[in-house]
């Protein structure tokens, strides 16, 4: 682009200066128009090509070197084979991946291709068990077992160089997600088998014949129902869960909400909850997950995320949404509805105690969201997704010389061409990545693009400076070392969790960089293993300590119910238990946090928008009450309006009866700090 402006200002002059007076006054009769257009572009390009030879021929091989209109020759193998395409089209439960399996396990020599490490993790098992020898390959380990001519992999790792019998690629309609989406398409067009099954809804089939039809292979449908339909009970939980059942699968979708979710169901019913999100590590899901499989157990409820909505095979009777909102990075949104259907779809399983699958919701506001959405066909998708390999972006590399690799991935979306069919996928990972890393110096442009491809949150600071660090060490030929702690003693808040979450994550980190770079420069990959097995066990008890004692579970993870306020101020000791005495300075009140036996009132704050958390105590340590934010640092503790809480409910407080207790440690602090002498200055 740059390019061209320089020659559209050098032609300008050009132009007015060669321009006769009677050119000049045509061209102000004909003003801005196609017409003008169509005159003078022609005479632009003559220009260019005279003035610009050098340019025009760099400005083609960038453009020729980002060019992705024809994505199918990119695999002459493949595309020399015959291949035969069978879509397994239906909807969740309809027993498409069973059939694809059964043709995959038949065959001489196969391949899985799963969505997700956990599924690859089950189709290892399960084909081993019914003696069917087959290796796994993932991101972070490879399990090759002797005499093996099957393997269960991620989609990311297939090798489009083996030769196939027959491939299995499951959820082909990821081939449209925003940011893995390059990875299916690689495998349908890559993949150099004889025979290929794909499993996935009917959102992508016509964008799949569209691409058969320019490889020249062989499609064949097979479209499934599901053995039992879906039924959405139109009597919703009423927001009471003392509605839940056995088999019943609560969705929610932020960690704070599951364990809230969780917490709730156990105290108000004699239930037990299973708990699996996309945070806890694979092994870990995969334990909750035959927890609530297994009938000879008392948990007999999940609550999960939308996690759930695809891999693990689950006895679920019923899925309970307890909201159909969720935050999408930027703000609240609507679950899209085929996220709603892939979800739902979830219920009833054929050969399990519960072959009828049903739907609801908690709160009744819900349930017409919930019916539009199983209502509605599935979408056709238009467009799929592509990701340029890195031969490509080296090619284009060569033309942008000393610019960072932030930039050229930059460059590359903006002069990139793609045809109608396909979609360039999101880049925002590899762009965080690619800047954090523009300060290590020594590594290759490979380098910078493989590290990019890390399986790191690069929202959690800690996760990325890890990464960093490992990027550090590598780029000096130094022994990259893990030196990260584990965790001690039980997490008592969100906190605390993330950091668990985090520390799984950076091990994971490590072992894909051990299977994509040198084994020496990542020379402590068992230990890697080792500890990502202890933290895993670690979520195992931890889930287990929260279900087995209520009281001891909700004092283990506070702080997941509030938001906390703590800023500068002191720490005062109560009969009861250890509380936190803060001065909101901004605000002009003073919050009083519980550690030990007390809730938190956040709940009560949020029915109350005006109440900023600020609680008194008596000296057995239980929460009296809470005061306005409104108050003011000299006003009389007498006309401080007092709220009586409880975990439901804020009523009136008489102030005499917290005069009763401002004997107490608790008040005494807090009184201290209200007298206008004690007041301390704004930072």
């Given at each position: ?611 900023r958390v600020a609680a008194g105590g008596s000296s057995e340590g239980r929460c009296i009450g809470i005061l306005s934010g409104t108050c003011k640092m000299n006003q009389s503790i007498n006309s401080i309006p007092i709220y009586k809480a409880d975990r439901h409910d804020i009523k009136p407080f008489p102030n005499d009866s917290m005069q009763q207790s401002s004997g107490s440690p608790v008040m005494k602090a807090w009184m201290a700090t209200m007298k206008p002498g004690n007041q301390r200055q704004r930072h």
């Amino acid at each position: 682009m740059s390019f061209f402006h320089t020659a559209v200002n050098h032609f300008r002059n050009f132009f007015f200066k060669k321009c006769s007076a009677r050119l000049a006054v045509h061209l102000v009769y004909i003003g801005a128009s196609d017409k003008a257009v169509k005159f003078l572009f022609p005479i632009f390009v003559e220009y260019c090509i005279e003035e610009f030879p050098d340019e025009i021929k760099r400005f083609q091989n960038m453009i020729s070197s980002a060019d992705l209109t024809k994505p199918h020759t990119w695999f002459p193998f493949a595309r020399a084979m015959k291949r035969k395409i069978v879509y397994h089209c239906g909807p969740t439960n309809s027993g498409k991946t069973y059939n694809a399996l059964q043709q995959f396990m038949e065959a001489k020599k196969g391949i899985y291709c799963s969505p997700l490490r956990l599924l690859a993790m089950e189709v290892f098992d399960k084909v081993n068990a019914l003696g069917v020898y087959c290796s796994l390959y993932t991101g972070q380990e490879k399990k090759h077992v002797p005499f093996s001519n099957h393997i269960a992999c991620t989609v990311e790792m297939v090798s489009t160089e083996e030769l196939y019998d027959v491939a299995v690629i499951d959820e082909i309609q990821m081939m449209a997600d925003s940011c893995r989406g390059y990875a299916w398409t690689r495998a349908l067009l890559g993949l150099k088998a004889d025979e290929i099954h794909l499993c996935g809804d009917p959102s992508v089939l016509d964008i799949v014949k569209k691409i058969c039809s320019e490889t020249g292979d062989e499609l064949y449908e097979q479209h499934y129902e599901r053995f039992k339909p879906l039924v959405v009970e139109a009597k919703t939980l009423l927001g009471d869960f003392k509605n839940v059942r056995s088999g019943d699968c609560v969705v929610a979708f932020s960690r704070r909400e599951i364990f809230e979710l969780k917490m709730a169901i156990e105290k108000q019913t004699n239930h037990r909850c299973c708990v699996i999100y996309g945070a806890l590590p694979p092994e870990t899901r995969r334990q909750q997950a035959n927890l609530f499989n297994d009938q000879d157990n008392e948990y007999d409820v999940l609550v999960a995320s939308d996690a759930v909505g695809m891999g693990l095979n689950l006895n679920i009777r019923r899925v309970v949404f307890n909201t159909l909102s969720k935050y999408n990075g930027d703000k609240i949104v609507p679950v899209p509805p085929s996220q709603v259907k892939q979800i739902a779809g979830r219920a009833g399983r054929r050969g399990s105690r519960y072959p009828d699958g049903l739907t609801t919701t908690l709160q009744l506001e819900d349930l017409d969201y919930l019916i539009d959405c199983l209502k509605q066909p599935f979408e056709n998708v238009k467009k799929v997704g592509l990701f340029p390999f890195f031969e490509q972006v080296e090619l284009f590399a060569g033309q942008l010389p000393n610019i960072s690799f932030a930039h050229l991935l930059e460059k590359f979306g903006e002069n990139c061409r793609l045809d109608g069919s396909y979609f360039l996928c999101r880049h925002d990972h590899i762009k965080k990545v690619a800047n954090m890393l523009e300060k290590v110096q020594g590594l290759s442009l490979e380098d910078r693009f493989n590290f990019c491809f890390a399986p790191v949150n690069f929202r959690d600071p800690k996760a990325m400076y890890h990464l960093h660090r490992f990027a550090a060490l590598y780029s000096i030929k130094s022994p990259v070392s893990i030196a990260m702690g584990m965790p001690k003693g039980s997490a008592r808040n969100d906190a605390e969790l993330q950091d668990l979450e985090t520390k799984h994550q950076v091990l994971s980190v490590y072992l894909w960089l051990s299977q994509h770079f040198k084994k020496e420069i990542f020379p402590y990959k068992k230990k890697a293993e080792e500890m990502a097995i202890d933290i895993a066990d670690y979520w195992v008890n931890l889930l287990s300590k929260l279900a087995g004692n209520q009281n001891q579970g909700r004092e283990e993870i506070q702080g997941l119910n509030r938001r906390k306020m703590v800023m500068r101020g002191t720490k005062e000791m109560a009969t009861g238990g250890l509380i936190h005495s803060s001065r909101i300075m901004r605000s002009k009140f003073l919050l009083v946090e519980f550690i030990d036996g007390f809730p938190g009132p956040s709940k009560w704050a949020n029915e109350k928008a005006r109440k900023r958390v600020a609680a008194g105590g008596s000296s057995e340590g239980r929460c009296i009450g809470i005061l306005s934010g409104t108050c003011k640092m000299n006003q009389s503790i007498n006309s401080i309006p007092i709220y009586k809480a409880d975990r439901h409910d804020i009523k009136p407080f008489p102030n005499d009866s917290m005069q009763q207790s401002s004997g107490s440690p608790v008040m005494k602090a807090w009184m201290a700090t209200m007298k206008p002498g004690n007041q301390r200055q704004r930072h």
